[in-house]
């Protein structure tokens, strides 16, 4: 029998949430009782065949592998988990005789349930999506456990479609995990990798049952030089996985997919294995030198992390390039599409000649399919598409608002007085004397629940059905409810709810120049949780007041400290669609002095505290060590010029959520922040003993409720995680707060748990008294 080709053209994966979020407000439905589970499975199915039909509409062929078969109705890595029987034991009675996960049961391992806490959630390598973090250990019963990825490709096959299964590869998998509680010391779950890769095995088999010619295996973590485990290991990891997998007799072809970076000291490693394709992610990485393969080598030159048209003709470039490594080349995505919107034809609002400048998923895999026709007929058949691209690119240098001498000016003038406050010892006294804190003082992150109420409220002014008087007035009775709420539930420092943000990135996008926002530009986050990147094209200022008038409103109805709530500088970034013709640190610096105006009003109109967000801060550290060190520098520096105009007596808090504390620690501390609240429920308190060896000496918040999961949590379940806290951390510099805020919440659990909040922060401190 011939060996089947790997296609052309391909991409990674495709936005799987549905055009209109249908997978969603299916999931949400499924969640609420009011749909079965026989209907979700149904809205999948649909999503799953409009999604191959539009990716043969786009250019992309119907039985050549070339589409994948990616889709989740969660998380890709709590899918691989399920596949492979990694269910943390807590859950075990979730799982059937046959070994099998329902999906209600798919989705309690995600959501946690009762007293069971739901799996720990971090970031996916350097970008604003989350992952479930698997649990695994030395009695972890790994097992072929559900053919839902087989069954999916079977559908395919019955519709006429031969598409290429996605699942995370098995050394990804296993350096994602984290040992299962009770795990010996010095375990790893890449200790399990030969019994993960008999499941693998059985896998594959029962996958070429069905007609898969292709598999693509993903191995991001291949490229990452901030994985714990020494390279050498990983290395040897990766050789033994595709060694044995290679050798297996019954499989499809096999294509590592490596994005996120470059494969470097990995790719001969791959080479060296039985596995018919690599690909390359050439938008981050380069073409390598020195090296020759007779494998099929797929160039991953269309951005997937970004929607900015790109240059098809240096694209193009690139992939004749690979012509002299390998006789086999062929073109894809540099990641999967997952992180970009579906179709800037869905927004009627975007200006045109901005629209013409813009690649989303759909576009990119137009360009995917014109790249493929060059690889096959050369550039002259091409050239009016490569032509085209180039246009675009030279009408965006030359666009009024892209460059704004103003702005450059300003940034120019700089000097190093303007990224530095003054003593800490200092501010703290000033600080104390102002503010009068009780020990533990309790807050939240900043935003309480989006009610329907909000949202049709808002919704209803957008399209001028009420007025904007009436809107304000609207707004001020919200934020009266919630300064009532905080009072009655006894929280120290209180917030304003931000029922005026549609979402803390864009609410600030609206709001300053260089900016747009999209209308379906959805983006999935976790879950069921999607956010709209904005798009940040030109050069950054702040025309008037953004936050001012609400912080002071909230200000006249309490006597208590009131935190101004801001996105900083970089997490506007990272949850943007940034411009990439100039460096970043440059256009940190231009957001970073539009909020410090902002900052500087907030103090002028009496807020006392002020909280510059940023969770997005390990998010964006380079997965490469070589770029890690600048990439700190400009993003502290950023935050720093942001937030070093205030007087000493003015508190400095931020937010980070999500992602490794430990790893940033010092960045962490040079921000130099007053006060630090940080991500901790969920892994009880796992990043409390980083802070004691690090030395940080101020103020720290690691959060008590796990605000991604409908759990309240107990006033017991509080009273242990502050305990731990202050095992380890000085009493003086420990807050009381959240993992996050509050607005994917609704108001009866929300209201439960910050009263259980309360109440443990009570009764800490009286016990804390009594010693």
């Known amino acids: 029998m011939t060996t089947p080709s790997f296609p052309i053209g ?17 999931v949400e439905s499924f969640w609420a009782g009011r749909i079965t589970a026989d209907e979700l499975e149904a809205t999948g199915a649909e999503l799953r065949r409009a999604t ?14 070339s589409i994948p078969e990616a889709f989740s109705f969660y998380d890709q890595v709590l899918d691989a988990a399920v596949t492979v029987g990694a269910v943390p034991a807590r859950f075990a009675t979730l799982v ?34 989350h992952y479930l973090v698997p649990e695994i250990g030395p009695e972890t019963d790994l097992h072929f456990a559900s053919d839902r990825l087989v069954c999916e490709v079977a559908e395919a096959t019955t519709s006429g479609f031969r598409t290429r299964p996605v699942i995370v590869g098995p050394v990804t998998f296993l350096l994602l995990s984290k040992p299962s509680e009770g795990a010996p010391k010095g375990y790893q779950p890449l200790d399990r990798l030969d019994d993960l890769l008999a ?27 901030s994985i714990e485990v020494p390279r050498e290991k990983v290395l040897a990891a990766a050789k033994r996985a595709y060694d044995a997998l290679g050798a297996a007799t019954v499989r499809p072809q096999i294509f590592v997919s490596a994005p996120y970076g470059s494969l470097d000291d990995a790719l001969p490693v791959l080479d060296s294995t039985p596995i018919e394709a690599i690909g390359l992610d050439l938008v981050r990485g380069s073409v390598p030198r020195g090296f020759r393969t007779g494998k099929t080598l797929v160039g991953g030159v269309i951005d997937g992390h970004n929607i900015w048209r790109g240059d098809l003709a240096a694209a193009y470039r690139i992939l004749e390039s690979l012509r002299a490594l390998s006789p086999n080349v062929a073109v894809t995505s540099s990641t999967s599409l997952f992180h970009t919107p579906q179709d800037v034809a ?22 995917i399919a014109t790249l493929a026709i060059g690889l096959a007929d050369g550039a002259a058949a091409i050239q009016g598409e490569l032509h085209a691209a180039s246009a675009a690119l030279v009408d965006r240098r030359i666009a009024p608002g892209v460059r704004d001498g103003d702005v450059r000016a300003r940034a120019a003038a700089l000097t190093e007085a303007d990224f530095t406050r003054g003593d800490y010892a200092e501010r703290l006294a000033a600080q104390d004397a102002a503010l009068n804190l009780p020990f533990l003082p309790t807050t939240t992150i900043g935003s309480f629940p989006q009610t329907g109420d909000i949202r049709k409220a808002r919704a209803a002014n957008a399209k001028g059905e009420i007025s904007e008087s009436e809107y304000v007035d609207f707004l001020k009775a919200e934020i009266t409810s919630v300064v009532e709420l905080q009072e009655q539930i006894g929280i120290d420092v209180i917030v304003h709810g931000e029922p005026e ?22 983006v999935q986050s976790y879950g069921s949780r999607c956010t709209r990147p904005s798009i940040l094209w030109g050069d950054v200022a702040r025309e008037a007041p953004i936050t001012v008038e609400w912080s002071a409103y909230t200000q006249s109805l309490t006597q208590k400290p009131v935190k101004g709530m801001l996105t900083g500088p970089v997490t506007i970034l990272a949850w943007s669609f940034v411009r990439d013709d100039q460096p970043m640190g440059e256009t940190a610096n231009q957001v ?3 909020l410090r105006d902002e900052i500087e009003d907030l103090e002028q109109a009496g807020i006392g505290i002020i909280q510059v967000d940023e969770p997005a801060l390990r998010e964006l550290l380079p997965l490469k060590k070589a770029d890690q060190a600048a990439y700190l520098e400009w993003s502290v520096r950023s935050f720093r010029l942001a937030t070093s105009g205030v007087a000493t007596k003015t508190q400095i808090h931020t937010h980070l959520c999500y992602s490794e504390f430990g790893v940033v620690i010092d960045a962490i501390n040079n921000l130099d922040a007053d006060v630090t609240s940080i991500e901790a429920a969920r892994s009880k308190m796992e990043v409390v003993p980083d802070i004691q060896r690090s030395g940080f000496g101020r103020g720290i918040g690691p959060g008590v409720y796990d605000i991604h999961s409908p759990r309240v949590p107990s006033i017991e379940e509080v009273t242990d995680l502050i305990e731990i806290a202050l095992g380890s951390i000085p009493n003086r510099q420990v ?10 919440r609704g108001y009866d659990e929300t209201v439960a748990s910050l009263t259980n909040i309360v109440a443990a922060t009570r009764a800490v401190r009286e016990r804390v008294r009594a010693r």
Request: some cysteine.
């Open 346 to 367: 869905d927004e009627p609002f975007l200006d045109d000649r901005l629209k013409s400048w813009l690649a989303f998923a759909d576009q990119k895999v137009a360009q």
């Open 735 to 744: 807050w009381v707060n959240p993992d996050c805020g509050l607005k994917t």
């Open 52 to 65: 191959r039909e539009r990716l043969v509409a786009l250019g992309l062929g119907k039985t050549d592998s």
């Open 10 to 26: 391909s991409i990674l994966g495709y936005p799987r949430i549905g055009r209109r979020r249908e997978l969603k407000k299916a």
């Open 199 to 225: 499941v693998y095995a059985e896998l594959l088999a029962a996958l070429t049952a069905v007609g898969a010619e292709w598999v693509q295996l993903d191995e991001p973590a291949l490229v990452s030089e």
């Open 96 to 129: 059937a005789a046959d070994g099998t996960v329902d999906l209600a049961g798919y989705f309690t391992i995600a959501r946690g349930e009762g007293s069971n806490t739901p799996a720990e959630m971090t970031k996916w390598f350097d970008s604003n999506y």
């Open 592 to 594: 970073a002095l539009a």
């Open 501 to 522: 943000r549609n979402d803390m990135v864009q609410y600030f996008a609206e709001h300053l120049d260089g900016f747009a926002v999209t209308q379906n530009g959805w």
